[in-house]
């Protein structure tokens, strides 16, 4: 039997079919599988793998003897992308920076440029902007990098040359999407092309022991523009995430072979580009206007980073036909549940009213541990009955009204009393057990029912 010397990637999923049809079989998507030949990117697997260990080809070792004294790190002097990355880079390896257009992904690349503790030069590629740009975008930032490489290029190959130049400690691409491999027939962006042009600059960072940065966008989906498959070939991935109307961004990993992917790093976006946010909860809080009914505090945890939000809510008398539900911050499906269950499970009528929700700083709460505030925020805003100035709420609230615990409660309280809120509505469970640090009151709540009539009591 002749083999096939194409296959079809799907563009959204990165998925493989020997013949074309209409609807990739592995991600759903419609019309997304486009022709590649077979070969080129094909053997990509694996060029990322960092320690190529001392072990012959073909032998096993004993786990016992093989060394790990951990990989060597290059700070990159931005202590909130550090602590996502697991203390810096890894020479050899490869990072994903993947976000949304206009999140700020350039902006943190140059910085990482200008602060990295580096001896060695760092290299600059830039795909999308001109060099003009990039220099212009630079005097805004902090600690201007004099020293800097700056290529504008986007073919992968004659990046070899100045590579072998200078030897570079960091290779930063911005974006990967630019770039395209002489190898590959298809366009620029396209699955096979940014798996091509990936798989060969990981190879080379490997090779040189560079620490490579691609900057990659992502769609409104959330996926890796077309390819996700750049996910596997990578060492970490780190999505940075905003809302563009607002200045705060977080830096999660999703993957990270050197480190947890519980931490999260924290930005504010500002003139001079970002700026590392220790306090986030301050911030967040920072034009809080107590005392006004709609409004609970609520300590959510990013990673292993407690954070207190403000979730608002805006119940008003609906128009003709159906009430408004417009949030902001939460999800639809979590506000929906929790009008239902106020309606069912308590006596504040929610149902049939317009209800607006916005968590304050553009946060987004995915957290469920975020119900028990929203519930309250809607229950005050309904009633017109603000909650008192030191109160924060936190627990998940479940379809029966029961209030259930979530993760770190030690973590949450601690952060709500370190700012002032020195009362906190916990489930059940967890007052009984817990130790309150010094000075916080915990106030028990078995059902949003029971929420609801210690807001009603407060005078
Ligand atoms: P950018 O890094 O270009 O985003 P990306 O590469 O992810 O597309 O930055 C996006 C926005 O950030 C842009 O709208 C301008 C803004 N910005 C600032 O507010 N302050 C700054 O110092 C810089 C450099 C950019
Ligand atoms: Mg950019």
Redesign the pocket.
Known sequence: MARPRSVYACTECGGQQPRWLGRCPECGAWNTLVEEAVGGAGGSAGVSGLHVSSAEAGKPLRLGEIQADGAPRMETGIPELDRVLGGGLVPGSVVLLA?E????????ALQIAASARSDAPILYVTGEESAEQVRM?AD??PGFPADLLVLPETQVEALAAPWREHDPAVVIVDSIQTLRSERVESAPGSVAQVRESAALLAAAAKRHGAALVL?GHVTKEGAIAGPRVLEHMVDVVLG?EGD?QHPFRLLRASKNRFGSTQEVGVFS?????LEGVENPSELFLAERRGGAPGSCIVPLLEGTRPMLVEIQALVAPAGYGTARRTCLGVDDARLALMLAVLDRRTDVDVLSRDVYVNVAGGVRSGEPGADLGLALALASSRLDKPLPTDVAACGEVGLGGEVRRVGRIDLRVREAVRLGFHRVLLPERVVAEARPPAGAELISVGEVADAVRWLRAQA
């Open positions: 976000g257009p206009g999140v700020g992904k350039s902006t943190l975008r805004r930032l900057v940075f563009r976006m500002g003139s001079a580009g």
